[in-house]
């Protein structure tokens, strides 16, 4: 139910009171109905508020980079989607702007997140995989990304002779940070298809139906040219930048707003400063609340707190202000979330293109924490609901916890992803999901060879 709804259902039910009831009922009636409203909003409003003063005091968590590496900036040799060639690190503050998580990871000289350089030429003796994915795949938060490892896992296996014809197994990986299902076949046709593969990985998590399909010009994958930010700071000398993993560049883009996805861009000695960025934080929720601030007509707080599942897209085309430097140029108002339905359309029309394009493809649906353990995060998404749908429509996938360890409690289970401050897997974990991969592969290799013989 939307507040237009809301409104109607009150108006009509105080017309009725006026017209049928007597004069003392429908004072009554018109008091009540008030009241309801004035309660509603009065609620909203103090909570809206709080939340406000939260933000505005720094009360928030925050991912840095020393460099935003999800860019090629103008490198034109490169054949990948990142800046080529680096070693680059990555932190995690807290509310307290304290560092609670850091990292180095590293693009290739191809520009793929690898610690292994990729050769674009196919050699007679090679077995290639190319792996599509988002951030769980083409991962920064992990010291070597769990992609490199399945290569070593699977070049020691036990039936490699068999499985491969003696080749050498070479694993490619295509994961691009803040992509989903409309970014898959994108990646597949400009990266991955020019590596030749014998198989197709398409390693996706329940994240990645919400970020389709493409509604603007502005709300595309990652790609090269120029880094866009949505605003830059000086501190000192220092310059320290805002931006977002997936377009619009704009604080209005929900998909960066919900998921607090606004990384910045800092240099170290910042970044190790708590008053920098507390001073940095200060400045980037300013120009926040001059876009957000107020109150929603949409009564997204009261909604949440009775824990139904709420529509975030009424919520942020309301609240959302007009702002020139928040708009990207000639952009329409539109918010990147879906129905149910057309998340469904988009997740089968990507994964039957690439089942179309290659005859060996093997689609693997890769846990979250939360899938582990859905009444952590109530909703469609832990409960893994459109991935069964995906699968009863006759997209097979291959739930990957089949080859975990998932007897685990929950404190296992825990200490193979980020968590509490990061959802993406941790080494551990990283180690674990590789190995598991390597079983799913062999099994569906093992499979294909049945029934070709």
């Given at each position: 139910m939307t507040i237009w709804n809301l409104a109607l259902y009150a108006v009509g039910a105080l017309l009725v009171a006026l017209l049928v009831f007597n004069r003392k009922s429908r004072i009554y009636a018109s008091i009540v109905l008030i009241s309801a409203l004035i309660s509603i909003y009065g609620f909203e409003y103090i909570y809206g508020h709080k939340l406000n003063h939260k933000f505005a005091t720094g009360d928030f968590s925050m991912v840095v980079y020393d460099e935003?590496?999800?860019?090629?900036?103008?490198?034109?040799?490169?054949?990948?989607?990142?800046?080529?060639?680096?070693?680059?690190?990555?932190?995690?503050?807290?509310?307290?702007?304290?560092?609670?998580?850091?990292?180095?990871?590293?693009?290739?000289?191809?520009?793929?997140?690898?610690?292994?350089?990729y050769e674009i030429e196919k050699r007679p003796n090679e077995y290639r995989i190319v792996f599509l994915g988002d951030s769980m795949t083409g991962t920064t938060t992990m010291s070597r990304p769990w992609v490199d490892i399945v290569e070593e896992l699977l070049n020691v296996a036990p039936d490699k002779k068999?499985?491969?014809?003696?080749?050498?197994?070479?694993?490619?990986?295509?994961?691009?940070?803040?992509?989903?299902?409309?970014?898959?076949?994108?990646?597949?046709?400009?990266?991955?298809?020019?590596?030749?593969?014998?198989?197709?990985i398409v390693n996706y998590t329940e994240g990645d139906y919400s970020r389709a399909p493409l509604v603007s010009k502005s709300q595309a994958p990652l790609e090269a040219g120029d880094v866009e930010y949505i605003t830059e700071y000086a501190l000192g000398k220092a310059i320290i930048s805002l931006s977002c993993e997936t377009k619009p560049i704009t604080l209005r883009n929900p998909d960066c707003y919900f998921y607090r996805n606004f990384p910045m861009i800092a240099p170290a000695s910042i970044i190790e400063n708590p008053e920098a960025i507390n001073d940095i934080k200060e400045r980037i929720i300013r120009d926040y609340l001059s876009i957000f601030a107020g109150i929603s007509l949409y009564p997204y707080h009261t909604v949440a707190v009775i824990n139904k599942y709420v529509k975030l897209d009424m919520y942020f085309k309301i609240k959302a202000r007009s702002t020139k430097r928040s708009r990207p140029p000639g952009e329409a108002e539109q918010a990147n979330l879906l129905s149910d339905d057309e998340m469904i359309g988009v997740a089968k029309e990507t994964l039957k293109y690439i089942r179309g394009e290659h005859s060996n493809v093997l689609i693997l649906q890769m846990p979250l924490f939360w899938n582990f353990f859905p009444e952590t995060?109530?909703?469609?998404?832990?409960?893994?609901?459109?991935?069964?749908?995906?699968?009863?429509?006759?997209?097979?996938?291959?739930?990957?916890?089949k080859f975990l360890p998932i007897g685990k409690d929950k404190n296992e289970v825990l200490s193979w992803y980020n968590l509490p401050h990061d959802g993406h897997m941790s080494d551990k974990g990283g180690r674990l999901y590789a190995k598991a991969v390597t079983r799913?592969?062999?099994?569906?290799l093992q499979q294909h060879r049945a029934v070709t013989d």
């Open positions: 935003w590496y999800a860019w090629r900036q103008g490198v034109k040799k490169a054949h990948g989607w990142a800046n080529p060639g680096k070693e680059l690190r990555l932190w995690i503050i807290d509310k307290n702007n304290e560092i609670v998580f850091k990292n180095r990871f590293r693009t290739n000289k191809q520009g793929y997140i690898s610690w292994k350089n068999n499985l491969f014809a003696g080749k050498i197994v070479r694993t490619y990986n295509m994961g691009i940070p803040g992509s989903g299902f409309r970014h898959f076949k994108k990646a597949y046709e400009d990266y991955g298809k020019a590596f030749k593969p014998d198989l197709v995060m109530p909703g469609p998404m832990a409960a893994g609901e459109w991935s069964s749908r995906l699968v009863a429509e006759g997209m097979q996938a291959l739930d990957v916890r799913a592969i062999i099994e569906q």
